[in-house]
T-cell receptor, first 112, second 114 residues
């Protein structure tokens, strides 16, 4: 099935520092989604990227989809303690894109 | 607030028992998923369905089985629970319509087999 590699696995930052997580695929993706899971919680959808080179922003979060649609990144500017959690990318795959598989996630911890 | 519900939230059960984890959604979504996740770890897709009477195995081999007799209901069954089944099980659903494939997750069931 569709595989996406997500790095880094962990990232610890001081509050106010920036944070970036990356997802890479060996094949062209139809779209990519990003989710956030708070400690003890369930994944919550953040955004979906569909177009080549697409850039979307949500306040301090910036999402990018590569020109070749094989990679994506999530960047957080000036992290806050509320940003703590695991960030996952997810891709649809399978014959009719019915499967939804997740990257391994990046655990972000923020030191106040 | 997503309308997808999982019961029970927590379950402690003895080895060899049969269990069924319930998942229901009221959004009319065609696609439903079961993921297995150990604390702080990745989400492993174990089963998915794209409509009534359709079920597929995911990427992680699992001894569990699923059924999809009604659109809103996607239960997961373990015929004989073992300690290796101890984990969190997350159910999710999404629409098949157009490109709107945002997945909504339930609160999860934390299963402990003793």
């Amino acid at each position: 099935g569709q595989q996406v590699m997500q790095i880094p696995q962990y990232q610890h930052v001081q509050e106010g520092e920036d944070f970036t997580t990356y997802c890479n695929s060996s094949t062209t993706l139809s779209n990519i989604q990003w989710y956030k899971q708070r400690p003890g919680g369930h994944p919550v959808f953040l955004i979906q990227l569909v177009k080549s080179g697409e850039v979307k922003k949500q306040k301090r979060l910036t999402f990018q989809f590569g020109e070749a649609k094989k990679n994506s990144s999530l960047h957080i500017t000036a992290t806050q303690t509320t940003d703590v959690g695991t960030y996952f990318c997810a891709v649809n795959s399978g014959g009719s894109n019915y499967k939804l598989t997740f990257g391994k996630g990046t655990l972000l911890t923020v030191n106040p | 607030e997503a309308d997808i519900y999982q019961t029970p939230r927590y379950l402690v059960i003895g080895t060899g028992k049969k269990i069924t984890l319930e998942c229901s959604q009221t959004m009319g979504h065609d696609k439903m998923y079961w993921y297995q996740q150990d604390p702080g770890m990745e989400l492993h897709l174990i089963h998915y369905s794209y409509g009534v009477n359709s079920t597929e195995k995911g990427d992680l081999s699992s001894e569990s089985t699923v059924s999809r007799i009604r659109t809103e209901h996607f239960p997961l069954t373990l015929e004989s629970a073992r300690p290796s089944h101890t984990s969190q099980y997350l159910c999710a659903s999404s629409s098949r319509a157009g490109m709107n494939t945002e997945a909504f997750f339930g609160q999860g069931t934390r299963l402990t087999v003793v």
